[in-house]
């Protein structure tokens, strides 16, 4: 019986979208949640701040005993889960953009991605694209504000609304017939987003498929939970304990680090 916990860590709020789908998935596992908002959004960062906050983030779960980290931030994971894995002796499971499941199942050869400015201007990123769409046209558009939005628990507003009309429209001009949402902030936005979006435009984001990763390499390294099922959250800044209640967090605790 393993009673260590999963880590899970994001800059913000965009990882409990991620969360919700490994605890539906795990209800035995145990997990501990960090917020980096003393330094977020990571897609406004540099590459080595960006580094040096996912290694920070990574041993201070591993302090915590972890016996999994989930990078829940798809910028976190295109600049730092290669080096992450080299580094550290426990397995990782990073975010990337579904940009696969949305290219085979394209009929237009043609599929939008809304990301942050780290994730698009990565080689990770860059990689898959080139891996996985050789034949279909990725039109991306870098998220500006939408990160923010969330934060601030906009999610489901006339300004979410606004953005995202802006962030779209480049988008649109093209025959999509998905959007990839290359952001684990943007999946908290789905309401907005279907009320935008033509009805034929499918949106795709990968938290299910994490969380399928993340029991398969439970169960690779024997590392399942029997019995389990709580939850401990942390941020990394002073937060409105109120905001954290409208993601469905009760309680929080701040850290410095």
């Known amino acids: 019986m393993h009673k260590y916990p999963i880590g899970v860590f994001d800059s913000g709020f965009g990882g409990l ?6 605890q539906k998935k795990l209800p035995k596992e145990d997990f501990i949640y960090i917020a980096d908002q003393a330094f977020a959004p990571y897609g406004k960062r540099s590459a080595e701040q960006i580094m040096e906050r996912s290694h920070t983030m990574s041993r201070w779960l591993l302090a915590k ?23 550290y002796t ?28 780290g994730t698009l201007s990565s080689a990770l990123f860059h990689s898959t694209t080139q891996d996985h769409a050789k034949n279909v046209r990725v039109i991306t558009q870098v998220g500006h504000g939408l990160v923010e939005l969330v934060e601030k628990g906009l999610a489901d507003s006339q300004q979410a609304d606004t953005l995202l009309k802006e962030a779209l429209a480049p988008i649109l001009v093209h ?22 979006l033509p009805s034929s435009v499918q949106i795709v984001d990968c938290s299910a498929a994490i969380a399928r990763q993340t029991e398969r390499l439970l169960e690779k390294h024997e590392l399942k939970n029997k019995v389990g099922g709580n939850a401990h959250f942390f941020t990394t800044a002073p937060t409105e ?17």
């Open 241 to 257: 304990s109120s905001l954290w209640k409208t993601f469905g967090v009760d309680l929080i605790s701040q850290v410095e680090i």
């Open 17 to 22: 979208s991620v969360l919700d789908a490994l």
């Open 90 to 117: 426990i397995p990782f499971v990073g975010i990337e953009p579904a940009i696969k499941p949305a290219a085979l199942g394209s009929t237009t050869a043609a599929i939008g991605v809304l990301a942050t400015e």
């Open 175 to 196: 025959p999509i017939d998905h959007l990839v949402l290359g952001c684990t902030h943007y999946p908290f936005l789905t309401t907005a987003l279907k009320r935008i």
């Open 65 to 87: 005993g972890c016996k999994l980290i989930v990078v829940a931030c798809n910028t976190a994971t295109t600049n730092a889960i290669q080096e992450l894995r080299a580094t």
